[in-house]
Nanobody
Framework: QVQLVESGGGLVQAGGSLRLSCAAS????????MGWFRQAPGKERAFVSA????????YYADSVKGRFTISRDNAKNTMTLQMNSLKPEDTAVYYC????????????????WGQGTQVTVSS
């Protein structure tokens, strides 16, 4: 089992920045690819960004490219999502997720999930 805990959400004005963190425990963190997903009210959970186990590859949804940056620190068992130039449409609950080795953009590919952290962007 992999336990995941997100932090760093909050309320920010449009154009502002937030930094989300995901702390992992339970298994060897460096064996797992990590992803960020988000779910807005009334919508399905959607891919945001992902990073392979060794940070060799990163992936972004088109809607966040150039604004969000994913990174990981395998020595600290943490993953972060730096979110800049935030827009009201970025408002959602953000979840981190883990799967073995290779990142995926699919919700169904990730067996391990955190509880989520709320991000609200006001206009």
């Amino acid at each position: 089992q992999v336990q995941l805990v997100e932090s760093g959400g909050g309320l920010v004005q449009a154009g502002g920045s937030l930094r989300l963190s995901c702390a992992a425990s339970g298994r060897t963190f460096s064996d797992y690819a990590m992803g960020w997903f988000r779910q807005a009210p009334g919508k399905e959970r959607a891919f945001v960004s992902a990073i392979n186990w060794n940070a060799g590859s990163t992936y972004y949804a088109d809607s966040v490219k150039g604004r969000f940056t994913i990174s990981r620190d395998n020595a600290k068992n943490t993953m972060t999502l730096q979110m800049n130039s935030l827009k009201p449409e970025d408002t959602a609950v953000y979840y981190c997720a883990a799967r073995f080795r290779v990142a995926s953009t699919s919700v169904e590919a990730y067996p391990y999930w955190g509880q989520g952290t709320q991000v609200t962007v006001s206009s």
